[in-house]
Protein backbone atom coordinates (compact mmCIF):
# COMPACT_ATOMS: atom_id res chain seq x y z
CA UNK A 1 0.00 0.00 0.00
CA UNK A 2 1.29 3.66 -0.78
CA UNK A 3 2.47 5.42 2.17
CA UNK A 4 0.24 7.85 1.74
CA UNK A 5 -2.90 5.60 1.72
CA UNK A 6 -1.45 3.70 5.06
CA UNK A 7 -0.91 7.44 6.75
CA UNK A 8 -4.50 8.40 5.77
CA UNK A 9 -5.69 5.16 7.50
CA UNK A 10 -4.23 5.22 10.82
CA UNK A 11 -4.14 9.28 10.93
CA UNK A 12 -6.44 12.25 10.71
CA UNK A 13 -7.07 13.29 7.02
CA UNK A 14 -6.43 16.64 7.78
CA UNK A 15 -3.07 16.23 9.12
CA UNK A 16 -1.73 13.93 6.33
CA UNK A 17 -1.61 16.51 3.36
CA UNK A 18 -0.37 16.16 -0.72
CA UNK A 19 -1.15 19.47 -2.35
CA UNK A 20 1.28 20.53 -4.09
CA UNK A 21 1.73 23.90 -3.26
CA UNK A 22 1.61 23.01 0.68
CA UNK A 23 4.32 20.57 -0.17
CA UNK A 24 6.45 23.17 -2.01
CA UNK A 25 6.46 25.14 1.25
CA UNK A 26 7.65 22.42 3.54
CA UNK A 27 10.49 21.01 0.80
CA UNK A 28 13.11 22.93 1.94
CA UNK A 29 15.53 24.40 4.59
CA UNK A 30 17.64 28.46 3.89
CA UNK A 31 20.09 25.72 2.24
CA UNK A 32 20.98 27.73 -0.63
CA UNK A 33 21.79 25.37 -3.86
CA UNK A 34 20.93 22.56 -1.43
CA UNK A 35 19.40 19.56 -3.67
CA UNK A 36 15.52 19.22 -3.01
CA UNK A 37 13.08 16.23 -3.76
CA UNK A 38 9.46 16.05 -3.90
CA UNK A 39 8.00 14.84 -1.02
CA UNK A 40 4.79 12.33 -1.46
CA UNK A 41 2.86 14.37 1.35
CA UNK A 42 3.74 16.10 4.75
CA UNK A 43 2.25 15.04 8.18
CA UNK A 44 1.51 17.87 10.43
CA UNK A 45 2.01 15.67 13.80
CA UNK A 46 0.61 16.73 16.86
CA UNK A 47 1.99 14.64 19.35
CA UNK A 48 4.19 11.50 19.71
CA UNK A 49 1.43 9.01 18.82
CA UNK A 50 1.46 10.64 15.52
CA UNK A 51 5.06 10.62 14.75
CA UNK A 52 5.29 6.85 15.88
CA UNK A 53 2.46 5.96 13.43
CA UNK A 54 4.63 8.05 10.39
CA UNK A 55 7.21 5.95 11.23
CA UNK A 56 5.74 2.67 11.42
CA UNK A 57 4.31 3.02 7.76
CA UNK A 58 7.64 4.60 6.63
CA UNK A 59 8.85 1.50 7.83
CA UNK A 60 6.43 -0.53 6.43
CA UNK A 61 6.60 0.56 2.90
CA UNK A 62 10.54 1.44 2.84
CA UNK A 63 9.57 4.91 2.33
CA UNK A 64 12.08 8.03 3.92
CA UNK A 65 11.12 10.24 6.59
CA UNK A 66 12.39 13.63 6.91
CA UNK A 67 11.80 15.88 10.34
CA UNK A 68 11.16 19.20 10.03
CA UNK A 69 10.51 22.35 12.23
CA UNK A 70 10.55 26.12 10.99
CA UNK A 71 12.92 25.47 8.22
CA UNK A 72 15.48 27.67 8.95
CA UNK A 73 18.62 25.81 8.30
CA UNK A 74 20.89 26.85 6.24
CA UNK A 75 23.06 23.29 5.11
CA UNK A 76 19.78 21.43 3.55
CA UNK A 77 19.60 18.72 6.39
CA UNK A 78 15.97 19.25 6.10
CA UNK A 79 15.31 19.15 2.51
CA UNK A 80 13.16 16.51 1.01
CA UNK A 81 14.00 13.70 -1.12
CA UNK A 82 11.68 11.96 -3.74
CA UNK A 83 8.83 10.40 -2.34
CA UNK A 84 9.20 10.98 1.21
CA UNK A 85 6.99 11.76 3.91
CA UNK A 86 8.33 15.34 5.63
CA UNK A 87 7.35 15.19 8.92
CA UNK A 88 7.04 18.47 10.65
CA UNK A 89 7.17 18.83 14.28
CA UNK A 90 5.74 22.81 14.37
CA UNK A 91 2.42 21.85 16.17
CA UNK A 92 4.27 20.40 18.82
CA UNK A 93 4.73 24.15 20.66
CA UNK A 94 4.33 23.23 24.20
CA UNK A 95 7.05 24.13 27.34
CA UNK A 96 5.40 21.36 29.25
CA UNK A 97 7.13 21.96 32.80
CA UNK A 98 9.79 24.46 34.15
CA UNK A 99 11.43 23.27 37.28
CA UNK A 100 12.89 26.22 39.00
CA UNK A 101 14.62 23.91 42.00
CA UNK A 102 16.45 21.69 39.80
CA UNK A 103 16.22 24.22 37.30
CA UNK A 104 15.29 22.21 34.27
CA UNK A 105 12.83 22.61 31.51
CA UNK A 106 10.81 20.43 29.63
CA UNK A 107 9.47 21.17 25.92
CA UNK A 108 8.24 19.49 23.01
CA UNK A 109 10.38 20.39 19.89
CA UNK A 110 8.36 22.95 18.13
CA UNK A 111 8.70 25.27 20.82
CA UNK A 112 10.44 28.34 19.35
CA UNK A 113 13.87 28.99 21.31
CA UNK A 114 12.73 32.21 21.85
CA UNK A 115 9.72 31.22 23.48
CA UNK A 116 11.42 29.46 25.91
CA UNK A 117 13.20 32.08 26.96
CA UNK A 118 10.56 33.97 27.19
CA UNK A 119 8.75 31.59 29.49
CA UNK A 120 11.97 30.41 31.90
CA UNK A 121 12.79 34.01 32.65
CA UNK A 122 9.40 34.79 34.21
CA UNK A 123 11.30 32.11 37.11
CA UNK A 124 14.46 33.69 37.34
CA UNK A 125 15.70 31.48 34.50
CA UNK A 126 17.95 31.87 31.29
CA UNK A 127 18.29 29.44 28.33
CA UNK A 128 21.90 30.29 27.02
CA UNK A 129 22.10 28.42 23.47
CA UNK A 130 20.88 31.52 21.24
CA UNK A 131 21.03 31.00 16.92
CA UNK A 132 20.84 33.99 15.21
CA UNK A 133 17.19 32.46 14.08
CA UNK A 134 16.39 32.57 17.65
CA UNK A 135 13.11 34.68 17.18
CA UNK A 136 11.84 31.65 14.59
CA UNK A 137 14.09 28.29 14.91
CA UNK A 138 12.70 25.81 16.97
CA UNK A 139 13.99 23.68 19.59
CA UNK A 140 13.84 20.54 17.87
CA UNK A 141 16.26 22.15 15.34
CA UNK A 142 18.38 23.46 17.86
CA UNK A 143 18.97 19.73 18.94
CA UNK A 144 18.80 18.32 15.38
CA UNK A 145 21.83 20.76 14.62
CA UNK A 146 23.50 21.07 18.02
CA UNK A 147 22.89 24.92 17.66
CA UNK A 148 25.00 27.72 19.21
CA UNK A 149 25.02 31.47 18.50
CA UNK A 150 26.08 34.78 20.09
CA UNK A 151 26.69 32.99 23.60
CA UNK A 152 28.48 30.16 22.78
CA UNK A 153 31.94 31.44 23.36
CA UNK A 154 31.03 31.76 27.21
CA UNK A 155 28.29 29.20 27.89
CA UNK A 156 28.75 26.64 25.28
CA UNK A 157 26.69 24.91 22.22
CA UNK A 158 23.18 22.82 22.75
CA UNK A 159 24.19 19.46 23.35
CA UNK A 160 26.08 21.08 26.93
CA UNK A 161 21.54 21.76 27.83
CA UNK A 162 19.93 18.52 26.69
CA UNK A 163 19.81 16.52 29.88
CA UNK A 164 17.60 13.78 28.62
CA UNK A 165 14.52 13.21 25.23
CA UNK A 166 11.67 11.27 23.96
CA UNK A 167 12.91 9.84 20.68
CA UNK A 168 10.68 7.58 18.03
CA UNK A 169 13.54 5.68 16.92
CA UNK A 170 14.63 3.42 14.00
CA UNK A 171 12.27 0.94 14.66
CA UNK A 172 9.38 3.01 15.40
CA UNK A 173 10.08 2.28 19.03
CA UNK A 174 8.98 5.34 21.66
CA UNK A 175 12.17 5.71 24.01
CA UNK A 176 13.57 7.75 26.75
CA UNK A 177 17.35 8.83 26.94
CA UNK A 178 19.55 10.55 29.17
CA UNK A 179 18.22 12.14 32.88
CA UNK A 180 16.63 14.85 34.95
CA UNK A 181 19.28 14.17 37.48
CA UNK A 182 22.25 16.81 38.10
CA UNK A 183 24.51 14.23 37.75
CA UNK A 184 24.06 10.76 35.71
CA UNK A 185 26.67 7.82 33.93
CA UNK A 186 24.57 5.29 33.41
CA UNK A 187 25.44 3.31 30.35
CA UNK A 188 26.61 5.15 26.69
CA UNK A 189 25.42 8.94 26.24
CA UNK A 190 23.11 8.43 23.77
CA UNK A 191 21.78 11.70 24.50
CA UNK A 192 24.37 13.62 23.59
CA UNK A 193 24.56 11.16 20.33
CA UNK A 194 20.93 12.12 19.02
CA UNK A 195 22.08 15.82 19.80
CA UNK A 196 24.26 17.26 16.07
CA UNK A 197 22.57 13.66 14.45
CA UNK A 198 20.20 16.14 12.06
CA UNK A 199 17.11 13.59 12.24
CA UNK A 200 19.33 10.80 10.88
CA UNK A 201 19.07 8.21 14.44
CA UNK A 202 15.94 9.20 15.84
CA UNK A 203 13.65 11.78 15.91
CA UNK A 204 13.03 13.68 19.26
CA UNK A 205 9.42 14.69 20.35
CA UNK A 206 10.56 15.55 23.41
CA UNK A 207 13.64 17.60 25.65
CA UNK A 208 14.78 18.00 28.83
CA UNK A 209 16.92 21.21 29.12
CA UNK A 210 19.38 22.23 31.58
CA UNK A 211 18.84 26.26 32.75
CA UNK A 212 21.13 28.67 34.49
CA UNK A 213 20.08 31.63 36.97
CA UNK A 214 19.29 34.77 35.16
CA UNK A 215 22.19 36.69 33.57
CA UNK A 216 23.21 39.63 34.86
CA UNK A 217 23.37 43.02 32.62
CA UNK A 218 26.20 42.73 30.03
CA UNK A 219 28.28 45.71 29.24
CA UNK A 220 29.02 46.08 25.45
CA UNK A 221 32.05 47.34 23.76
CA UNK A 222 32.41 48.01 19.85
CA UNK A 223 35.17 48.96 17.77
CA UNK A 224 35.65 49.55 14.36
CA UNK A 225 38.72 48.60 12.16
CA UNK A 226 40.04 49.47 8.51
CA UNK A 227 41.29 45.98 7.99
CA UNK A 228 40.74 42.72 8.30
CA UNK A 229 43.68 41.80 9.41
CA UNK A 230 43.14 44.55 12.28
CA UNK A 231 39.88 43.00 13.42
CA UNK A 232 41.31 39.71 13.61
CA UNK A 233 44.61 40.42 15.75
CA UNK A 234 42.02 42.28 17.80
CA UNK A 235 39.89 38.92 18.07
CA UNK A 236 42.87 36.84 19.26
CA UNK A 237 44.17 39.17 21.58
CA UNK A 238 40.88 38.78 23.57
CA UNK A 239 41.78 35.30 23.83
CA UNK A 240 45.88 35.95 24.88
CA UNK A 241 44.58 38.28 27.74
CA UNK A 242 42.94 35.54 29.09
CA UNK A 243 39.26 37.64 28.92
CA UNK A 244 36.42 35.25 27.99
CA UNK A 245 33.56 37.66 26.87
CA UNK A 246 29.93 36.83 26.85
CA UNK A 247 29.61 37.71 23.02
CA UNK A 248 32.37 38.79 20.92
CA UNK A 249 30.74 38.96 17.45
CA UNK A 250 32.78 40.15 13.80
CA UNK A 251 30.49 42.19 10.99
CA UNK A 252 31.96 43.95 7.95
CA UNK A 253 30.17 47.02 6.96
CA UNK A 254 28.76 45.78 3.97
CA UNK A 255 26.67 43.84 6.37
CA UNK A 256 25.72 46.08 8.69
CA UNK A 257 24.68 48.39 5.73
CA UNK A 258 22.71 45.54 3.44
CA UNK A 259 21.15 45.67 7.27
CA UNK A 260 20.32 49.09 7.54
CA UNK A 261 18.82 49.22 3.75
CA UNK A 262 16.01 46.41 5.31
CA UNK A 263 15.56 48.20 8.77
CA UNK A 264 16.72 51.65 9.03
CA UNK A 265 18.50 50.56 12.32
CA UNK A 266 21.27 53.27 12.22
CA UNK A 267 24.32 51.10 12.60
CA UNK A 268 26.11 51.26 9.21
CA UNK A 269 29.60 51.61 10.00
CA UNK A 270 32.10 53.93 9.48
CA UNK A 271 34.93 51.53 9.20
CA UNK A 272 35.41 48.65 7.39
CA UNK A 273 35.03 45.80 10.20
CA UNK A 274 33.02 46.34 13.56
CA UNK A 275 33.22 43.98 16.72
CA UNK A 276 30.61 43.79 19.20
CA UNK A 277 31.72 42.27 22.55
CA UNK A 278 30.09 41.84 25.58
CA UNK A 279 30.46 40.84 29.08
CA UNK A 280 28.66 39.77 31.18
CA UNK A 281 30.84 39.82 34.68
CA UNK A 282 28.99 41.52 37.58
CA UNK A 283 30.30 44.83 39.29
CA UNK A 284 33.25 46.40 39.05
CA UNK A 285 35.04 43.58 37.88
CA UNK A 286 33.05 43.61 34.88
CA UNK A 287 33.60 47.36 34.04
CA UNK A 288 37.39 46.44 34.23
CA UNK A 289 37.23 43.26 31.74
CA UNK A 290 34.79 45.70 29.82
CA UNK A 291 38.16 48.41 29.89
CA UNK A 292 40.64 45.77 29.22
CA UNK A 293 38.77 44.22 25.56
CA UNK A 294 39.02 48.34 24.61
CA UNK A 295 42.46 48.54 25.27
CA UNK A 296 43.11 45.42 23.19
CA UNK A 297 41.33 46.63 20.68
CA UNK A 298 42.95 50.15 20.62
CA UNK A 299 46.09 48.15 20.61
CA UNK A 300 44.93 46.07 17.40
CA UNK A 301 44.65 49.22 15.54
CA UNK A 302 40.94 49.87 16.13
CA UNK A 303 40.01 53.38 14.10
CA UNK A 304 37.18 54.08 16.62
CA UNK A 305 36.38 52.35 19.76
CA UNK A 306 33.92 53.00 23.01
CA UNK A 307 32.08 51.09 26.26
CA UNK A 308 28.15 51.39 25.15
CA UNK A 309 26.32 53.90 27.35
CA UNK A 310 23.09 53.88 25.42
CA UNK A 311 21.33 50.26 25.58
CA UNK A 312 19.15 51.43 22.20
CA UNK A 313 22.08 51.62 20.35
CA UNK A 314 23.16 48.28 21.44
CA UNK A 315 19.65 46.67 21.07
CA UNK A 316 20.29 47.97 17.30
CA UNK A 317 23.71 46.61 16.85
CA UNK A 318 23.00 43.19 18.40
CA UNK A 319 19.77 43.51 16.18
CA UNK A 320 21.89 43.39 13.24
CA UNK A 321 23.99 40.41 13.90
CA UNK A 322 20.41 38.83 14.22
CA UNK A 323 19.14 40.13 11.07
CA UNK A 324 22.56 39.79 8.90
CA UNK A 325 21.86 36.60 7.06
CA UNK A 326 17.96 37.42 6.27
CA UNK A 327 19.67 41.06 5.02
CA UNK A 328 21.84 39.54 2.29
CA UNK A 329 19.28 36.93 1.45
CA UNK A 330 16.99 39.84 0.02
CA UNK A 331 18.29 40.42 -3.03
CA UNK A 332 19.28 36.55 -3.72
CA UNK A 333 20.36 33.46 -2.29
CA UNK A 334 22.99 33.57 0.05
CA UNK A 335 25.63 30.57 -0.07
CA UNK A 336 26.79 30.30 4.17
CA UNK A 337 29.80 28.83 5.42
CA UNK A 338 30.10 27.42 9.02
CA UNK A 339 33.72 26.70 9.88
CA UNK A 340 34.78 27.02 12.70
CA UNK A 341 39.02 27.03 13.56
CA UNK A 342 41.10 27.19 16.52
CA UNK A 343 40.89 30.77 18.17
CA UNK A 344 44.54 31.41 17.65
CA UNK A 345 44.54 30.81 13.48
CA UNK A 346 41.08 33.22 13.50
CA UNK A 347 44.04 35.84 11.93
CA UNK A 348 45.24 33.20 9.04
CA UNK A 349 41.68 31.81 7.88
CA UNK A 350 40.00 35.34 7.97
CA UNK A 351 43.23 36.26 5.96
CA UNK A 352 42.81 33.32 3.98
CA UNK A 353 39.13 34.48 3.15
CA UNK A 354 40.13 37.43 1.79
CA UNK A 355 42.88 35.22 -0.69
CA UNK A 356 39.66 33.10 -1.72
CA UNK A 357 37.67 35.94 -2.36
CA UNK A 358 39.99 37.64 -4.50
CA UNK A 359 40.87 34.29 -6.33
CA UNK A 360 37.47 32.97 -7.33
CA UNK A 361 36.04 36.97 -7.57
CA UNK A 362 33.63 36.28 -5.40
CA UNK A 363 31.83 38.75 -2.91
CA UNK A 364 32.54 37.07 0.92
CA UNK A 365 30.54 39.15 3.57
CA UNK A 366 32.24 37.94 7.15
CA UNK A 367 30.36 37.19 9.86
CA UNK A 368 31.81 35.60 13.00
CA UNK A 369 31.20 34.31 16.63
CA UNK A 370 34.59 35.44 16.83
CA UNK A 371 35.30 34.47 20.33
CA UNK A 372 35.16 30.71 19.66
CA UNK A 373 36.67 30.81 16.04
CA UNK A 374 33.32 30.13 14.01
CA UNK A 375 33.27 31.67 10.99
CA UNK A 376 30.30 32.71 8.92
CA UNK A 377 31.48 34.03 5.49
CA UNK A 378 28.22 34.30 3.30
CA UNK A 379 28.44 34.52 -0.70
CA UNK A 380 25.11 36.58 -1.34
CA UNK A 381 24.17 35.57 -5.24
CA UNK A 382 21.96 38.24 -7.52
CA UNK A 383 18.70 36.36 -8.43
CA UNK A 384 20.37 36.39 -12.53
CA UNK A 385 23.66 35.17 -10.94
CA UNK A 386 25.17 33.24 -14.28
CA UNK A 387 26.75 30.07 -14.31
CA UNK A 388 30.13 31.35 -14.38
CA UNK A 389 29.75 33.09 -10.87
CA UNK A 390 28.00 30.06 -9.76
CA UNK A 391 30.97 27.79 -10.31
CA UNK A 392 33.48 30.45 -8.34
CA UNK A 393 30.98 30.65 -5.65
CA UNK A 394 31.09 26.93 -4.97
CA UNK A 395 34.71 26.69 -6.00
CA UNK A 396 34.95 29.08 -3.55
CA UNK A 397 32.91 27.04 -0.83
CA UNK A 398 34.87 23.74 -1.38
CA UNK A 399 38.07 26.31 -0.82
CA UNK A 400 36.95 27.68 2.53
CA UNK A 401 36.84 24.77 3.85
CA UNK A 402 39.74 23.38 2.55
CA UNK A 403 41.23 26.09 4.67
CA UNK A 404 39.64 25.59 7.70
CA UNK A 405 40.44 21.70 7.43
CA UNK A 406 44.29 22.93 6.91
CA UNK A 407 44.28 24.97 9.90
CA UNK A 408 43.01 21.92 12.22
CA UNK A 409 39.42 23.41 11.91
CA UNK A 410 35.90 21.77 11.38
CA UNK A 411 33.34 22.68 8.42
CA UNK A 412 30.46 22.83 10.97
CA UNK A 413 30.28 25.00 13.79
CA UNK A 414 26.99 24.63 14.30
CA UNK A 415 24.76 24.56 11.41
CA UNK A 416 25.26 20.98 10.24
CA UNK A 417 26.15 19.11 7.83
CA UNK A 418 22.91 18.25 6.11
CA UNK A 419 23.92 17.85 2.24
CA UNK A 420 26.21 21.38 1.58
CA UNK A 421 29.06 19.84 4.05
CA UNK A 422 29.05 15.86 2.95
CA UNK A 423 32.36 16.16 1.21
CA UNK A 424 33.93 18.24 3.38
CA UNK A 425 33.05 15.64 6.26
CA UNK A 426 34.34 12.94 4.35
CA UNK A 427 37.97 15.11 3.98
CA UNK A 428 37.42 16.00 8.23
CA UNK A 429 37.25 12.66 9.40
CA UNK A 430 38.71 10.02 7.00
CA UNK A 431 37.64 6.72 5.91
CA UNK A 432 37.76 5.23 9.19
CA UNK A 433 35.92 7.50 10.98
CA UNK A 434 32.88 7.57 8.36
CA UNK A 435 33.05 4.01 8.32
CA UNK A 436 32.31 4.64 12.23
CA UNK A 437 29.40 6.76 11.50
CA UNK A 438 27.98 4.47 8.95
CA UNK A 439 27.66 1.72 11.70
CA UNK A 440 25.86 3.54 14.04
CA UNK A 441 23.55 4.16 11.53
CA UNK A 442 22.80 1.12 10.03
CA UNK A 443 22.31 0.34 14.35
CA UNK A 444 20.22 2.65 15.24
CA UNK A 445 17.77 3.21 11.94
CA UNK A 446 18.04 -0.30 10.19
CA UNK A 447 16.15 0.26 7.81
CA UNK A 448 17.80 3.36 6.11
CA UNK A 449 14.69 5.60 6.49
CA UNK A 450 15.16 8.37 8.62
CA UNK A 451 16.31 10.96 6.91
CA UNK A 452 18.86 9.29 4.43
CA UNK A 453 21.33 10.66 1.75
CA UNK A 454 22.67 13.45 4.64
CA UNK A 455 25.52 14.16 6.59
CA UNK A 456 27.21 10.90 4.62
CA UNK A 457 26.54 8.97 1.99
Not at 58 to 78: D, E, K, N, Y
Request: charged letters at 20%; one cysteine or more.
Amino acid sequence: MPVVSQLRESLPAEIVIDDPDVLATYAQDHGAWARVGKPACVVRARGTADVQAVVRACIATGTPVVARGAGTGLSGGANATDGCVVLSLDRLDRVLAIDPVERIAVVQPGVVNNDLRAAVAEHGLWYPPDPASAAWSTIGGNVATNAGGLCCVKYGVTREYVLGMEVVNGLGEIVRLGRRTAKGVAGYDLTALLVGSEGTLGIVTEVTLRLLPARLPEITVAAQFDTLGQAADAITGVARAGIVPSVLELLDAATLKAVDDWKNLGVSAEGNYMLLANTDVPGESGQREAAAMQRVFDDAGAGFSAIAGDQEEVDALFAARRLAYFALERHGPVITEDVCVPKAKVPAMIRRLEEISAEHDVYIATLAHAGDGNLHPCMPMPPDAGEDLQKRALAAFDDIIDAAIELGGTVTGEHGVGLLKMAGLAKELGPEVIAMHRAVKAALDPHGILNPGKIFT
